[in-house]
């Protein structure tokens, strides 16, 4: 079975040689050795002064966001994973949903400048599949307008230009170390930044505001990562270099099949970038393909492959983010058309090219028979299908 999000595995001796040296030291958790080393790789990567490795993502960007004393309305884009928008909803702000550009999916700044209003105390922007936002026009935007500026960089550790890597970019950027993404932490996450005086507040946040055994100097949570956590980071980076080879092979070999495919386009990576090649982002032009994304995503669910309609239908269009703020429901027309076209397929270190050649051969061949497949799919009551397609 082929699926997206599959995790890339660690060399396990590495891994359990440092779980033994983990427990030997007696030191579990609470910036324990790893923890320390992996913070210092991580800012190496990112090229910023300061990293302080979380729990996960969710809670370094409410972290982030709270540090940085956001208040009132945040501008964020709809496209993203509903943990962008969560985090700020956790910490008592508005999210003011704005459109994205349609070659890399990440938000617009004409549409950003658009929605500043009085309310505004900053932007959280994300890079999307790991394209590098438009950082200078989104700079300049917080800058003339006093705001401050958050990159969500769930997808884009090992991203960047060919100059400078994501990481340094706005105020502060947050990673995530999840399981499925390209380097992991099992569960993970990490802000970078090169303000001292943030990651001052933000290692204090991260522990619950301790600043020694006795002393709270600070609001904060428990957002630590632990030492297996670390251990696992520290040996997923020493394949990342491994894992973006495969990669970007892998992303070749799509390229090459899906490129006759009528109806069918992969998004292309920008040749001035870095990338890490972790998201196989397609997009489905249904009246050219003669079957609907979510009809090619259910023909594949048959064939044992999950292919994901990432982010459908946008936060503006979710029920809790409709239901909280009404001005969610607006229309944002980029955003809705790339959330009812997108198609991500697998790939990663347990997806080969030759896997990949043969599920590009299928869904040649589902799109050549697209009529019968939709007259078939009608009819199924398959289990495999997804919920949204099940009869
Ligand atoms: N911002 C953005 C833009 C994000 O995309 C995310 C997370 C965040 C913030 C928050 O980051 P964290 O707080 O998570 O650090 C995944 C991830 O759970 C989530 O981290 C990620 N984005 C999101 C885009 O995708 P799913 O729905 O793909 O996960 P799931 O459980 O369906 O797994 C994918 C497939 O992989 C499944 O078919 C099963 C398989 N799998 C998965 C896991 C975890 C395995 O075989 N083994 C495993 O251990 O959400």
Known sequence: MLLVGRPNMPDRAAFMGRIDRMFDSGRLTNRGPMLLEFEERVARIAGTRHCIATCNATVGLELAISALGMAGDVIVPSYTFVATVHALWRQGLRPVFCDINPKTHCLDPDSVEAAITSRTTGILAVHMWGNTCATHALEDIAQRHGLKLLFDAAHAFGCGTKKRAVGGYGDAEVFSFHATKCVHALEGGAIVTDDSDLAGRLRLMVNFGFSDEDTVKHLGTNGKMSEASAAMGLTSLESMDAIIAHNRRNYAAYAFGLQAIPGISLMSRRMNQQHNYHYIVTEIDAATAGLTRDELVAALRLENVVARRYFYPGCHRMQPYTGLFPQAGRTLPVTEEIARRVMVLPTGMQVSE????????????????????????????????PPFLRQ
Request: a positive charge; hydrophobic letters at 50%.
């Open 354 to 385: 030759a896997e990949v050649e043969q599920l590009t051969s299928r869904i040649a061949a589902i799109v050549r028979q697209a009529p019968a497949v939709r007259a078939a799919l009608a009819q199924c009551h398959d289990p495999r299908l």
